[in-house]
């Protein structure tokens, strides 16, 4: 007999998998903060340290299909909305203690992510010493293109990575220069959790975060996977 539950549980989230029927279902979100230099010292840190992370819930994720435009609220108590463009790995293979050396063999596929935050609430709890959640893991969050398997894409390990407001640049770099690259990250990741299929890691933002407003549209582009376009309404 099937399971009995006191309110119907959420539906399972995921995203569309290009070239296939099948989805990809969301397990956790894991975010890597500071992952580029230049990010890094605009954010007034300097110098390499350990990678560290923190997550954004699964329903945060906004679904942008392959040449669709998709749309986020504006979010609750904040006057400071920033994009922050990144690469995400989907994981399809779990484990614990994977070495940077094993690391490729356990994605599943690429795709491009925006990691919204609310750097005024995210700024605040840094002062204080606070948990950043506030600023980072609030609804629709997470806006995600399709995922590209690695069979498809290749590994992305160079390439040019962009977003775009009003058809100008805000953020233009390119994955090469992640300080801690996505096998390093696994394994800096996996050391602390044992990865599941269905994880995706948002490997970091470069330079130029910015604010965005209601009405802006952002296009986030990483060569060889599909334009993420999303407005924020
Ligand atoms: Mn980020």
Redesign the pocket.
């Known amino acids: 007999m099937a399971s009995e539950y006191v309110f119907a549980p959420p539906a399972a989230v995921s995203i569309p998998v290009l070239g296939q029927q099948a989805r990809f279902p969301v397990h956790r979100i894991y975010?890597v903060?500071r992952n580029y230099e230049e990010h890094a010292k605009e954010m007034g840190f300097t110098g390499r340290e350990p990678p560290f992370f923190f997550m954004k819930p699964a329903d945060a994720v906004v679904v942008v299909d392959a040449d669709q435009s998709g749309s986020i609220p504006y979010p609750s108590l904040t006057k400071n909305l920033h994009h922050?463009i990144?690469l995400v790995a989907a994981i399809g293979t779990g484990g614990k203690n994977i070495s940077a050396a094993d690391a490729h063999k356990h994605i599943f596929g690429y795709a491009v992510g925006l990691?919204m935050t609310r750097r005024d609430l995210q700024g605040d709890m840094k002062k204080q010493g606070r948990p950043w959640d506030i600023g980072k893991s609030f609804d629709h969050s997470a806006p995600i293109g399709p995922i590209v398997p690695v069979v498809q894409a290749g590994h992305i390990e160079q390439a040019e990575i962009s977003v775009q407001v009003g058809g100008k640049d805000r953020q233009r770099s390119n994955v090469s220069k992640l300080i801690w690259n996505i096998g390093e990250t696994i394994e800096h990741l996996s050391a602390a959790w044992e990865l599941q299929p269905g994880d995706l890691i948002?490997t970091?933002?470069p330079e130029g975060v910015a604010a965005v407003v209601s009405g802006d549209t952002m296009v986030g582009q990483i060569a060889g996977l599909p334009t993420l376009t999303v407005r924020v309404s």
Do not use: A, K
């Open positions: 975010c903060g922050e990144e990691d948002f970091g933002t």
